[in-house]
């Protein structure tokens, strides 16, 4: 009988990334938290949307997840021992402050305060996220991110959870992803709230901004150290030299990233996209003293990076035509590359080329706070998972991310997403992001080698500064 053995992949020494760098790894609240109706947590829009019939795979939900409210010392001691110095998670607003509203729930506070004392007692950063898409549904139903009030409510939730670990907690991001809250959400419909409406979404953008700007002049206020957003971001490029795809890929660049960062950084919304929703009867709901707000100075952007894409402004028979949000076709392009169980295009060139055009136009210092892969792991009988075709992914983009930082790229660290495998959104459980493989039936976490490579990756480049 012939016996075979398995090897930990060998890590790799990213020697450029051995000063001045984060290594971390990022979860969020509800992805793995569960507990959904304990200790004073109320619903949040994704509580709803997984009882649609329908929107989400499976008809499963986050109200166990991976039961990280109850293992969270545990977890604490998983993160430990990967080696990173960072964890990167989010708070839920309906635990902290249920309904959306009033005085905070101080047993919602109170885990978060032990997270992040645990964090701290074993020498690992915590990096908060305010906002991670778990809006309390109470504010959806007055009108939710399309309204301006929401805004306002967010930043007093903000207070909230500043107030009680300011103290001792130095890196702040206000929100995760606006794109997908406004235009997932309230666009496409592909995540929560769920609705249809393109003049929602982008109201929705606007006041989204608006809330994280009133949020940041507050802690900003207060003394806060390190204030950040995370923005998902690509690349967007023309299938041809066109017209019609130039067209295109600026306003798909438009529309998600310049929409975003142009506020944020240079206190305006691009004129190119202004004008075009205009021809379509959208105004941005600005008011005075909103620009103001929105660019708050902040000392980092994070950027969340899967993939990059390329754009036509024709249909696929060849004729222009107009799109279901009255804007001039504006189409994805499916290229022959390799792709993720996700069917998202693996393209780690165009992170460095991303990072080295966000350093030249908007000249923030920037973390990856999220970037991996799923994939169609097979779990041995002990749980292990050989997971080559993350660590290769891995391996990729923190070396895309290098690239950037020798081209001039001001990169101060790279977090894993994710941990460990939750619920991911729609998807529901049938997609695995972590670099820790999380059995369902027993909440059993086993470290994949992608996992191990991570750990031995980290220490070979931290030694190597020595």
């Known amino acids: 009988m012939t016996t075979t053995t398995h090897t930990t992949p060998q890590a790799t020494n990213f020697a450029p990334l051995s000063d001045n760098f984060r290594w971390g790894v990022a979860t969020s609240a509800y992805q793995i938290e569960g507990a959904a109706d304990e200790d004073g947590r109320t619903p949040s829009i994704w ?29 604490v001691d998983l993160i430990h021992g990967l080696g990173v110095d960072t964890y990167r998670f989010s708070v839920s607003w309906p635990r902290v402050q249920p309904h959306g509203r009033g005085p905070a729930n101080a047993k919602g506070l109170d885990f978060y305060e032990r997270l992040t004392d645990r964090l701290l007692a074993k020498g690992i950063t915590p990096w908060i996220t305010l906002y991670h898409w778990d809006l309390p549904q109470e504010l959806e139903d007055a009108g939710g991110w399309p309204e301006r009030d929401t805004a306002y409510r967010f930043a007093d939730y903000a207070d909230l959870v500043y107030d009680r670990l300011g103290d001792r907690v130095e890196h702040w991001t206000t929100l995760n992803e606006p794109w997908c809250s406004a235009m997932l959400g309230y666009w496409i419909g592909a995540h929560a709230p769920g609705r249809r ?16 700007g009133l949020a940041a002049q507050r802690m900003r206020a207060k003394g806060a150290q390190t204030l950040g957003i995370t923005v998902n971001l690509g690349t967007a490029d023309p299938e041809t030299d066109r017209p019609e795809d130039h067209a295109a890929a600026r306003r798909a660049d438009g529309l998600g990233t310049r929409l975003y960062l142009d506020p944020i950084v240079h206190g305006r919304y691009p004129q190119d996209i202004v004008d075009e929703l205009g021809g379509i009867g959208i105004e941005l709901p600005v008011q005075d003293g909103d620009m103001e707000a929105i660019a708050t100075p902040l000392d980092v952007l994070g950027v969340n990076y899967y993939s990059g894409s390329l754009f036509s402004g024709v249909e696929e028979d060849g004729t222009a035509g107009t799109g279901d949000d009255g804007l001039p076709t504006t189409r994805v392009v499916r290229r022959d590359v390799p792709r993720t169980a996700m069917d998202w295009e693996i393209v780690p060139s165009s992170l460095t080329d991303l990072l080295v055009r966000l350093h030249r136009d908007y000249g923030l210092p920037m973390v990856i706070t999220e970037n991996g892969a799923a994939f169609a792991d097979t779990a041995e009988a002990d749980g292990t998972v050989h997971d080559a075709d993350r660590t290769a992914f891995l391996e990729a983009h923190i070396r895309a991310v290098a690239d950037a930082r020798a081209q001039g790229a001001d990169m101060r660290g790279y977090f894993a997403w994710s941990l460990m495998d939750n619920f991911e959104w729609a998807y ?17 976490r086993t470290v994949k080698d992608s996992g191990l490579w991570y750990r031995d990756t980290i220490r070979l480049t931290r030694e190597s500064a020595r």
């Open 428 to 444: 529901g459980y049938d997609k695995r992001f972590g670099i820790v493989r999380v059995d369902y039936d027993t909440q059993t």
């Open 197 to 212: 409406n393109f003049k929602h979404g982008i109201h929705a953008v606007h006041h989204l901004l608006l809330g994280h």
């Open 47 to 75: 509580d709803t949307y997984c009882r649609r019939p329908g929107a989400v795979a499976n008809g499963e939900h986050g109200d166990v997840a991976c039961d990280h409210y109850h293992r969270m010392e545990q977890d």
